[in-house]
């Protein structure tokens, strides 16, 4: 498969627990993008990376967000102290340059 | 700023055509759409850069009014796979990722 690969697609967590997921881009993309939806909204912008450098961060990701592509390939979102309210799709996509984003399928995060 | 996206939802007979719009209150470099049926992942339909183009692929067309900061997607003879929930991604500069629209829920019948 050479889509863009999200782990785990589902995530069950406790309120207060740090969660972390993963994203692997199609191989050769130097861009990747983090959103969140929730259920009938559009994916919102959370943050996105060129290469290994992290050029973007929406107001929406607080300080219990954080994102890092290490080596400029695969990408991990970590949420600390997860409330209720971060419960979402999360999104990765990747694109070559400025070409259109390919998505994921998403992490679905629910926090109890 | 998330363009705003008309109508919230409609339904089509198979055969029977759709326009859904988007619209920015800011100046757009792009508009980009997307599909995504539920559970899966959005899926690429077609950008438009600012220079006022239409495009299109099969029945699926769009078009885009740089002054008007306006996007219209045209959906043809629409097919039962043409199912799903529509959006519009606005790009305000070239490198600056996108705004999505609430979407547009589009479901065909038989």
């Known amino acids: 498969d050479t889509g863009v690969s999200q782990d785990p697609r589902h995530k069950i967590t406790k309120r207060g627990q740090n969660v972390t997921f993963r994203c692997d881009p199609i191989?050769?993309?130097?861009?990747l993008y983090w959103y969140r939806q929730t259920l009938g909204q559009g994916p919102e912008f959370l943050t996105y990376?060129?290469?290994?450098?992290?050029?973007?961060k929406s107001r929406l990701l607080s300080d219990r967000f954080s994102a890092e592509r290490p080596k400029g390939s695969f990408s991990t979102l970590e949420i600390q102290r997860t409330e209720q309210g971060d419960s979402a799709m999360y999104l990765c996509?990747?694109?070559?340059?400025?070409?259109?984003?390919?998505f994921g399928q998403g992490t679905r995060l629910t926090v109890v | 700023q998330q363009p705003v996206q008309s109508p919230q939802a409609v339904i089509l007979r198979e055969g029977e055509d759709a326009v859904i719009n988007c619209s920015s209150s800011?100046?757009?470099?792009?508009v980009h759409w997307y599909r995504q049926k539920h559970g899966e992942a959005p899926i690429f339909l077609m950008i438009?850069?600012?220079?006022?183009e239409q495009k299109g692929h099969d029945k699926i067309s769009a078009s885009f009014n740089e002054k008007k900061q306006q996007s219209s997607l045209y959906l043809t003879a629409s097919q039962l796979s043409y199912s799903g929930t529509y959006f519009c991604?606005?790009?305000?500069?070239?490198?600056?990722?996108?705004?999505f629209g609430k979407g547009t829920s589009l479901l065909v019948t038989p």
């Open positions: 996509a990747s694109s070559l340059g400025l070409a259109e984003p390919f």
């Open positions: 191989s050769e993309h130097n861009r």
């Open positions: 990376f060129q290469n290994e450098a992290q050029l973007e």
């Open positions: 800011k100046a757009l470099y792009s």
């Open positions: 438009l850069l600012k220079g006022g």
């Open positions: 991604g606005t790009e305000s500069n070239s490198g600056y990722a996108l705004n």
